[in-house]
T-cell receptor
Framework: KQEVTQIPAALSVPEGENLVLNCSFTDSAIYNLQWFRQDPGKGLTSLLLIQSSQREQTSGRLNASLDKSSGRSTLYIAASQPGDSATYLCAANNTDKLIFGTGTRLQVFP | SAVISQKPSRDICQRGTSLTIQCQVDSQVTMMFWYRQQPGQSLTLIATANQGSEATYESGFVIDKFPISRPNLTFSTLTVSNMSPEDSSIYLC????????????FGSGTRLTVV
């Protein structure tokens, strides 16, 4: 059974810092891994999707990497801004089901 | 990627009543997924809905409590039946990507409070 864990659970940083959010999964037989952002009380916004054959994906200030053999993915946020404040969720896709991590709640203060 | 319209966005309901949540997708999709997010928790899959067949429920979720309809390839409803305060959650629908984009897209969510 796939289990997904995210570290840290919460993070509070000053504006401008570079951040690394971690995601671990127990079953490496994934199709892909997806990172989402969720604002309080809202739905999910997809940030990056990494296929199982890929090592990383980039979008603007965001970079996500995937190491299937070690069961890890990281989301790197460069030059953080207050608008980045949200909960970040990773989800592993096994057998056409998304298994979500526990989330990292990020606060970036001016 | 697909665009999903989900409604209502929020509701406050009396215990013992039922609420039906609707999701409309702007393209035809084979499978639609329904998730629950309890306060302070991550998302848990409730069921997978295929058009023309009964939904497949995950462990811990039953059809009598969460009946699902999937009348066509662009629409689905989830009903939360006989509600109790423990059902207070955000409910979200989701579809897998189309045209080679295999990422999942989510609706904006329904924030349900049961009093």
């Amino acid at each position: 059974k796939q289990e997904v864990t995210q570290i840290p659970a919460a993070l509070s940083v000053p504006e401008g810092e570079n951040l690394v959010l971690n995601c671990s999964f127990t079953d490496s037989a994934i199709y892909n891994l997806q990172w989402f952002r969720q604002d309080p009380g809202k739905g999910l916004t997809s940030l990056l999707l990494i296929q199982s054959s890929q090592r990383e994906q980039t979008s603007g200030r965001l970079n996500a990497s995937l190491d299937k053999s070690s069961g890890r993915s990281t989301l790197y946020i460069a030059a953080s801004q207050p608008g980045d404040s949200a909960t970040y969720l990773c989800a592993a896709n096994n057998t056409d089901k998304l298994i979500f991590g526990t989330g990292t709640r990020l606060q970036v203060f001016p | 990627s697909a665009v999903i319209s989900q409604k209502p966005s929020r509701d406050i309901c009396q215990r013992g009543t039922s609420l039906t949540i609707q999701c409309q997708v702007d393209s035809q999709v084979t499978m639609m997924f329904w998730y629950r997010q309890q306060p302070g928790q991550s998302l848990t899959l409730i069921a997978t809905a295929n058009q023309g067949s009964e939904a497949t429920y995950e462990s811990g979720f039953v059809i009598d409590k969460f009946p699902i309809s999937r009348p066509n390839l662009t629409f689905s409803t989830l009903t939360v039946s006989n509600m109790s305060p423990e059902d207070s959650s955000i409910y979200l629908c989701s579809v897998e990507g189309v045209e080679g984009d295999y990422g999942y897209t989510f609706g904006s969510g329904t924030r349900l409070t049961v009093v």
